[in-house]
């Protein structure tokens, strides 16, 4: 399963937002604008802005996050969010040796379909580090052929073999980032990927990341999640039909994260 990790936001980040939007409503100085700010008065200004639509000021706060555990194929899901910033683990300079993968649900429940998923994985394996080796040879007679010494020629060989080896590893296979939204983005990424239509594992990400935005934020995010959580689903015919349980469901991780 995904791990997910709040490494570091925006310090206070609701007062960071009220000041904000105090400086669009008020004629008061930059000096000024944290004077008499209360964690009261700062989730004041934040459920304002709701009501209202105003969700600039938003963007002021931002929050970091480690995932792990992760497929390739969930980078290729997170990564078309693109009010983000994304580090991600390269294969072109880390060597996949024994490569992790992840595992659909679906096909762990059946034992057929898990045998056969865990013979792909073992094939891509074996291809990868046939190809890297196969490549790493020829690179390094090359380099040393061209002058370097036999050292630095199996370094450098080393990069240009898993640069191309790496075409053959699956989407199952395992990477960890580092991602960073700004409370808007956040709020967009919830509307969609806590979803039920979601796919499985980028919902799974998702609902750890509101569970653990919603500890240090509260009012910041206690209308995030899918549109049926905020009146009726938006999906229409594609809709899950279950809104009462995601419902619940996104209010439960928000109320286990305030404990």
Not at 182 to 187: E, G, K, T, Y
Request: charged share 25%.
């Amino acid at each position: 399963m995904p791990k997910v990790t709040l490494l570091s936001h925006t310090p206070n980040p609701e007062k960071t937002i009220a000041a904000a939007a105090k400086l669009c409503y008020s004629p008061a100085a930059l000096d000024d604008l944290m004077d008499n700010l209360t964690d009261e008065k700062a989730a004041d200004f934040v459920e304002m802005l709701g009501t209202i639509g105003h969700e600039s000021p938003i963007e002021h706060a931002s929050f970091t996050f480690g995932i792990e555990g992760v497929s390739r194929a969930f980078l290729a899901q997170i990564t078309r969010h693109r009010l983000a910033s994304y580090s991600v683990q390269s294969q072109r300079y880390v060597r996949e040796a024994h490569f992790d993968y992840v595992t659909p649900p679906e096909v762990e429940n059946d034992p057929q379909a898990l045998e056969a998923f865990k013979e792909a994985m073992r094939d891509a394996q074996e291809s990868y580090d046939r190809i890297a080796a196969i490549l790493k040879e020829k690179h390094t007679a090359r380099l040393m052929g061209e002058g370097l010494d036999e050292k630095s020629a199996s370094r450098k060989a080393e990069k240009l073999a898993i640069e191309d080896a790496r075409f053959v590893l699956p989407n199952a296979c395992d990477t960890k980032m580092i991602v960073t939204m700004n409370a808007r983005s956040l709020q967009n990424f919830f509307a969609l990927r806590c979803c039920r239509r979601a796919q499985w594992e980028i919902r799974a990400v998702a609902d750890q990341m509101l569970a653990l935005v919603s500890a240090v934020a509260p009012t910041l995010f206690s209308a995030a999640g899918p549109s049926c959580c905020r009146g009726v689903c938006q999906e229409g015919k594609m809709s899950c039909g279950k809104p009462q349980e995601v419902r619940e469901h996104i209010a439960s991780l928000k109320q286990e994260a305030r404990k």
